[in-house]
Nanobody, 117 residues
Framework: VQLVESGGGLVQPGGSLRLSCVASGFTFSSYEMSWYRQAPGKGRELVAAITSAGGSADYADSMKGRFTISRDNAKNTVYLQMNSLKPEDTAVYFC???????????WGTGTLVTVSS
């Protein structure tokens, strides 16, 4: 099983980034997918989640209107489009796969997003 995030980097405040997470080794379309983040010195927090078929998404309040989660089950990939980035969005971003019925969870290793001028 692998979850490999990419797309992080250094961006100026107000800029945009698109993160990707490619999954392998499990039935991607059966799993709810989420993005979490962990800022320096802080705990991991939920950013956004999307249902297995992609029909419904939910966001943390501070990300609503700025971030969009989406998925392509044919490509085993989940995305996070981040717009209007702020310095406080600086964190390592992780993707997570969850199959609720069996409580199976997989995590990626993360990609670093730095928002700074």
């Amino acid at each position: 099983v692998q979850l490999v995030e990419s797309g992080g980097g250094l961006v100026q405040p107000g800029g945009s980034l698109r993160l990707s997470c490619v999954a392998s080794g499990f039935t991607f379309s059966s799993y709810e997918m989420s993005w979490y983040r962990q800022a320096p010195g802080k705990g991991r927090e939920l950013v956004a989640a999307i249902t297995s078929a992609g029909g419904s998404a939910d966001y943390a309040d501070s990300m609503k209107g700025r971030f969009t989660i989406s998925r392509d089950n044919a490509k085993n990939t989940v995305y996070l489009q981040m717009n209007s980035l702020k310095p406080e969005d600086t964190a390592v971003y992780f993707c997570r796969a969850l199959r609720s019925i069996s409580h199976i969870t997989y995590w990626g290793t993360g990609t670093l997003v730095t928002v700074s001028s």
